[in-house]
């Protein structure tokens, strides 16, 4: 059944363009935002519909390029809670809704960039999806994920995440994980959730084996 969520989504958005940081929808992000930039971005976002789209720039290598090119798909998230430090910084929380794709970039007098967005192909994000796929499907895939957190040093709390939906859990995993930037794009573009859950065993597939017994990562 289709859950809407009451929301009107907007045709266009401000984009935080950030290298190998992607949200997913139904996921919640801790953001500590400092740039003069996107603290504007952020207040204009909060007097207005608290939505923010992000997105990865397409890695160059010019890494000094101020104004990279962005990928097409993103995730529009929106601001769920705020806090101002007393240096100046905004903390503050995103929470994923629905992905989009860039239509095309507008010209804007603001210091942020801004971006025209479609969001037809996406509309499922808004529903719940878990039953595309039972959790036995996953349990390998949880094993495997557990080694290469494990080999990386990430923490992860599997007991809260054993608590979510499935469709959570997944996002979560693709999100947190310790794949690259262009993995973790293509688990963003996944067309849904059992597709992710895929791409998800294909790129397992491409470590060395050896992560999975606590050997050398290749």
């Not at 499907?137 to 054993?162: P, T």
Request: hydrophobic share 40%; charged share 30%; with cysteine.
């Amino acid at each position: 059944m289709t859950n809407m969520i009451n929301v009107d989504l907007p045709k266009k958005i401000p984009v935080f363009p950030l290298s190998n940081f992607i949200i997913f929808p139904k996921t919640t992000v801790p953001l500590n935002i400092f740039e003069e930039r996107y603290l504007n971005m952020v207040d204009d976002a909060m007097k207005s519909n608290k939505f923010i789209g992000m997105i990865q720039p397409v890695k160059l290598k010019n890494e000094n390029n101020d104004q990279p090119d962005l990928h097409k798909i993103g995730c529009l998230g929106k601001i769920t809670s705020f806090r101002e430090t007393n240096d100046g910084r905004y903390l503050i929380e995103l929470k994923g809704i629905i992905r989009f794709q860039t239509i095309e970039e507008i010209k804007t007098k603001n210091k942020y960039r801004e971006v025209m967005v479609d969001f037809n192909k996406f509309y499922k994000d808004l529903d719940n999806n878990d039953q595309e796929i039972k959790f036995m499907d996953l349990e390998l895939i949880f094993k495997d994920l557990k080694s290469l957190f494990d080999k990386k040093g990430f923490i992860i709390n599997w007991k809260a995440l054993e608590k979510q939906s499935l469709e959570e859990t997944i996002n979560a995993l693709s999100m947190a994980s310790p794949f690259s930037l262009e993995e973790k794009q293509v688990l963003l573009e996944a067309e849904n959730l059992n597709i992710r859950k895929q791409r998800i065993a294909e790129i397992l597939a491409t470590y060395s084996h050896d992560v999975f017994n606590n050997s050398t990562l290749q």
